[in-house]
């Protein structure tokens, strides 16, 4: 079994930052990438930024605002995000696509962390 566990939302005003971590524990190979998804009220969960060993990508939203990274020693990815806009507001899920043993994928997903831009 995989657990993921999510840390590092909050309350930020606009124009400002926080950072997200995120990691992984269990059995497993590697993880083969690391996402975050964010969920507004009303809204579909949606695609921020993914991260593998050879790539990263953003949604158009986020660029230039937003970096993922990721620490493989530690299983762990992480969100920095600035520059926060209040529609940035949304319960953001970090998701991680493991490979097990046996070859095949696994998706994971953290119990969610909220982030709320506000004056």
């Known amino acids: 079994q995989v657990q993921v566990v999510e840390s590092g939302g909050g309350l930020a005003q606009p124009g400002g930052s926080l950072r997200l971590s995120c990691a992984a524990s269990?059995?497993?190979?590697?993880?083969?990438?690391m996402n975050w998804y964010r969920q507004a009220p009303g809204k579909q969960r949606e695609l921020v930024a993914r991260?593998?060993?050879?790539?990263?990508n953003y949604q158009e939203s986020v660029k230039g605002r937003f970096t993922i990274s990721r620490d493989n020693a530690k299983n762990t990815s992480y969100l920095q995000m600035n520059s926060l806009k209040p529609e940035d507001t949304a319960v953001y899920y970090c998701?991680?696509?493991?490979?097990?043993?046996?070859?095949?994928?696994?998706?994971?997903w953290g119990q969610g962390t909220q982030v709320t831009v506000s004056s």
């Open positions: 991260i593998t060993s050879s790539s990263t």
């Open positions: 998701n991680k696509e493991v490979r097990t043993i046996t070859g095949r994928t696994y998706s994971y």
């Open positions: 269990g059995t497993f190979v590697s993880i083969a990438a």
